[in-house]
């Protein structure tokens, strides 16, 4: 027991030993510890001063710390002095704000170190009221210079103010530089204005900002008279083209002026193109007129304005003579050669008894004229059948006496009441179903030829002639000593002219159809088949069904006697013109 307190004593003094060596070497080798210093805070504010729409910018960059460098200081702002911070703890800098009233801010800056030691700067601030600056006024005049009748635009778009928007500017009006303004206040930057006297005037524009500054612009505006220009003569004529019975429709309306209106316009017209105007100056703008002879006239309109100036127009008009039409009876008759077999050719025969029904041929063969108004309606020489494109009158050949000129259709002058020539099978067809008719069967243009005379030789009789004496019976080429029915004391043409003479100008046969006999020769609507009769059927026969010619009848200017013939047979191909072949229209009766 003895030994072990020994043992203690001696183990406490040890530790007890160990303990002073150990705080003797610790009390040699510590030196004094350095203290945290505060940063100090410092800034500047760009601008120093401003107004209530100034962005400030705030810079702390100039703050600094003795153990802390730039980079790791934090700062926040109070940028109003009310000890609400506005910014959270940032190491950014720099930040900008703007005041919205005026008044004296004291800014705050608080920078913080590492150390979570702070300090702070405060600064004053001026807020002052923002410096009202005049307008600028600027405007346009559209047109610049114009007349007593010219509506000017005057445009303040283009002014503008430092404080307000283009929107809040308000700007009135004084057009003519009296200074009386013709407009009230407004914010409307438009305005329109005519001057109703000629001459040079200041217009002014005055312009108002929100805070009542105004400033002002002034510009020249020249009025001059009202330069009179002519008026521009037009018209129309309904229907385009027609006969002798046809009452036209001319219409001015579509004239017009720089200056006036088209009811101050006067008009007058010369229908027939003889410079001798049949009506009086009128403001009345459509008058009609029925011309009294067939022809190509020329309508003149004159147009008059307020300053009694003068312009004119003239179209073009075809006038043909109606389509006279005779009814023919139904009846029977002997078709064929019935004469002696030499005077004729084998599609003659052999003769046989046909029945006709009643219907109405055109007394007339088809005029340069009348077939005019068909072109000038559809506008155009080509035409469509059965699916095809065909043309309908060739008018670039020899003795066809049609002429387009400018789009229209006309007929040579003096020949507008020739038989039309130079026209297809299908040119006739399409002009007889545009009229709402058709072309004869051979069987009715026999039957027609004849007259109502069964056995006869021609149109008019047993024997023809070119005549002398007012007893001229048809056109055809004369040649009487190869053929004892042509009793014309000399050989050739109906006095000596080589084409179509103008349609009526022999005597009719017993129908009152003209030029039956002679002067062109006219499409039927039958195929040409040379046996035909063989097996034609008896009553109103057709043709036949196909074939690759169609029929001709009657003989023409420039063919013999004999083929002038009531049963004088030929054919041409439907698709083929010539200057001695026409038409005749036929209606079916009601």
């Known amino acids: 027991m003895k ?119 405060v600064k004053e601030v001026a807020i002052n009221e923002i410096p009202n600056t005049p307008p600028v006024a600027e405007f346009t005049i559209s047109p610049e210079n114009g007349t007593v009748e010219t509506e000017f635009t005057f445009d303040a778009s283009l002014s503008s103010d430092q404080e307000d928007s283009i929107e809040n500017l308000m700007v009135r009006w004084d057009f003519d530089g009296d200074n009386q303004f013709d407009t009230e206040w407004s914010n409307e930057k438009t305005a329109t204005h005519t001057y109703s006297a000629v001459g040079i005037y200041t217009a002014k524009l005055e312009v108002k900002d929100s805070g009542e500054l105004i400033s002002e612009k002034v510009k020249e505006v020249v009025v001059d008279e009202i330069p009179n220009t002519p008026p521009v003569a037009e018209f129309t004529i309904s229907p385009e083209n027609g006969t002798v019975e046809t009452e036209f429709t001319f219409d001015a309306s579509l004239s017009s002026d720089e200056e006036d209106s088209i009811e101050n316009l006067m008009v007058r017209w010369d229908f027939d193109g003889d410079n001798q105007f049949d009506t009086e100056w009128s403001n009345e703008k459509i008058a009609t007129h029925t ?42 008759f002997i078709m064929g050669n019935s004469k002696s077999f030499s005077e004729g050719d084998q599609d003659e025969l052999p003769t046989h008894e046909v029945t006709i029904n009643t219907f109405n041929m055109s007394k007339h063969e088809i005029t340069n004229a009348q077939y005019c108004e068909f072109l000038n309606e559809i506008g155009s020489t080509q035409g469509n059948y059965q699916g095809e494109t065909v043309t309908l009158i060739y008018l670039e050949f020899e003795k066809c006496r049609i002429e387009e000129n400018n789009g229209i259709f006309v007929p040579e002058a003096g020949y507008e009441n020739h038989p039309v020539v130079k026209v297809s099978w299908y040119g006739a067809n399409a002009y007889c179903e545009w009229k709402g008719g058709r072309l004869p069967t051979e069987a009715e243009w026999e039957y027609a030829a004849r007259g109502g005379v069964d056995d006869r030789r021609f149109p008019l009789g047993e024997t023809i002639s070119l005549g002398t004496n007012g007893d001229e019976q048809a056109s055809y080429h004369a040649y009487p000593s190869g053929y004892p029915y042509d009793v014309n004391p000399t050989e050739g043409y109906y006095q000596g002219i080589e084409e179509a003479t103008e349609v009526g100008s022999f005597n009719p046969n017993g129908y009152g159809l003209y030029d039956m006999a002679g002067n062109v020769y006219e499409w039927c609507n039958d195929w040409y088949e040379p046996d035909y009769y063989s097996n034609s059927p008896s009553d109103n026969p057709t043709g036949p069904s196909f074939g690759t010619h169609r029929v001709l009848r009657g003989g023409s200017w420039f063919y013999y006697a004999k083929f002038c013939r009531n049963s004088s047979r030929n054919c041409f191909q439907p698709f083929k013109g010539s200057n001695h072949c026409g038409f005749r229209l036929v209606m079916n009766t009601k």
Do not use: H
């Not at 203690?8 to 080798?29: F, V």
């Not at 800056?109 to 590492?114: C, G, M, Y």
């Not at 190509?296 to 009694?308: A, N, Q, R, W």
């Open 3 to 121: 030994k072990l307190k020994i043992y203690l004593l001696i183990l406490a003094s040890l530790i007890s030993l160990m303990l002073l060596i150990s705080c003797g070497d610790d009390s040699s080798s510590t030196e004094p510890e350095t203290p945290n210093i505060a940063p100090t805070a410092d800034f500047t504010i760009n601008p120093e001063n401003g107004t209530i729409e100034t962005d400030f910018i705030f810079d702390a960059s100039t703050s600094s710390d003795e153990e802390d460098n730039i980079g790791n200081l934090m700062v926040r702002w109070d940028f109003d002095g009310d000890n609400q911070f506005d910014t959270e703890w940032s190491n950014e800098k720099t930040a900008t704000y703007t005041y919205n009233s005026i008044g004296i801010y004291m800014a705050k800056l608080e920078v913080k170190d590492s150390g979570n030691l702070t300090s702070e700067k």
């Open 291 to 332: 011309y009294n002879a067939i022809g190509t006239y020329m309508p003149k309109l004159e147009v008059k304005d307020s300053g009694d100036l003068i312009s004119e127009k003239v179209k073009e008009i075809v006038v043909s003579s109606k389509i006279e039409m005779v009814s023919i009876p139904a009846g029977s």
